[in-house]
Each structure stands twice: as C-alpha cells, then as structure tokens.
C-alpha cells in the first residue's frame, strides 16, 4: 500500500521567507509526527498528532514553527522567517495508534539561502 | 566479564560476511526500541523491533540484541549484500517519542 508522502521533496528559499511542508500519512494512522534531520545526524522529535490535535510541541525550536492537521489526517507544517539555521530535512511519520511501530516519509529536504 | 559493543561511526564490510552493528541508549524507561535503515536522500526504514521485556529477536537476515543491563543494543545482518549498504539508527521509544542515536554508516565491498 501506499506509505507517508511529503511534498515538495526538495524546498530552496530566502532568509525571511515563509514556507509549508505538507505530510501525507498512511491511510488510517491516526498519529503523526514531526522530526528534523540534521546532515549526519539522527531524526529529532519536533511535534505529534493524534487526531486533530498537537499532544506534544515540546520539540518545535520557537515560534516560528507551527504545525496543523485540520482534519485528522494531512499535516502541514509551517515556519515562518525561514533562517539559515533551518536548514534540514523535514521528515514525516504515521503509526496506526500512538505507541505503534512509526512508519517515515522520504522527507523535505529544505535549504535556506 | 561481557564486553560491551563498541558504537562505530563507519563499517565496512566484506559482501557474504556478517555485520555488527553497535547502539547504546540512555533510558532506562524506554519502553521498545527500533533499528531504522536509511538510504541517501530517503527517510528511515524500519527494520525490526524489540519490547523492553525481550532480549532477542529475529527477523529476516537481521537479529536484534537487547542488554538492559549496560543500555546496549546491537543489530546482526547475516550475509550482507550490497543493497545493505546505508545509515543505520537505532532508536529508543518512549509513549510516542522517538529519541534516536548516531547513525553507524555501513558500506559493503564487493
């Protein structure tokens, strides 16, 4: 069956800019979660979802992150005056229900000029 | 005395031999824990898990070693081919969180 889907896979802009990372979860998965990749690093916890609902921010850096899923399904995560330091890949999971195996998208890799 | 596995940043592995993957983790409470295979420019795969409550699992040409006792974990892969070739993360899971290690990079010659 189809997996967790993210667009767009790659995402160049300019400092100050504002940006959106879409997530498509596994049909079904009622969790999702944000993590960001570093280059040579291990994902990072930034957000979860279940349902509709954000249960744990705790992992966004600031403000300028906010991530939605209005209708239980798709999320979107939004940062607003993109730096430099944002730089990273964005990647996106699903489980059936919290505490389930995390199944990962292929990830936004964003660059910030 | 049992000897811990040392965590490599890199491995490199002849094609038919079999790889030894090293990961220690920090919680105590971690409740199960994952090894991931990530490819370049994909996000991770997962691979097999293994309860707090086990200490051995295995899969498809991969088993998983679990030591509460020193927080060590260690991912076997039998007869390793080419396409083995990746970053490899293991990963503790705590409620919903993932926290995960640093990756070991294995490279498989031909």
């Known amino acids: 069956g189809a997996g967790v889907s993210q667009t767009p896979s790659n995402k160049v802009t300019e400092k100050g800019k504002y940006v959106e990372l879409r997530c498509d979860p596994i049909?079904?998965?009622?969790?999702l979660y944000w993590y960001r990749q570093s280059l040579g690093q291990g994902p990072e916890f930034l957000i979860y979802?279940?349902?509709?609902?954000?249960?744990?921010d705790s992992g966004l850096p600031n403000d300028r992150f906010l991530a939605v899923r209005p209708e239980g399904s798709v999320s979107t995560l939004k940062i607003q005056r993109t730096e430099r330091g944002d730089s990273a890949v964005y990647l996106c999971?699903?489980?059936?229900?919290?505490?389930?195996?995390?199944?990962f998208g292929p990830g936004t890799r964003l660059t910030v000029l | 005395g049992e000897s811990v596995g040392l965590h490599l940043p890199t491995l490199s592995v002849q094609e038919g031999d079999n790889s030894i993957i090293n990961c220690a983790y920090s919680?105590?409470?971690?409740?199960?824990f994952i090894w991931y295979k990530q490819e370049s420019g994909k996000g991770p795969q997962f691979i097999i898990d293994?309860?707090?409550?086990?200490d051995k699992r295995q899969g498809q040409r991969v088993t998983v070693l679990l030591n509460k006792t020193v927080k060590h974990l260690s991912l076997q892969i039998a007869a390793t081919q080419p396409g083995d070739s990746a970053v490899y993360f293991c990963?503790?899971?705590?409620?919903?969180?993932?926290?995960f290690g640093a990756g070991t990079t294995v490279t498989v010659r031909a």
């Open positions: 049909s079904g998965h009622t969790a």
């Open positions: 293994i309860r707090s409550n086990m």
């Open positions: 990963a503790e899971h705590n409620d919903y969180k993932l926290s």
């Open positions: 979802f279940q349902g509709t609902g954000a249960a744990d």
């Open positions: 919680n105590s409470a971690s409740d199960y």
């Open positions: 999971a699903s489980s059936p229900q919290t505490g389930d195996t995390q199944y």
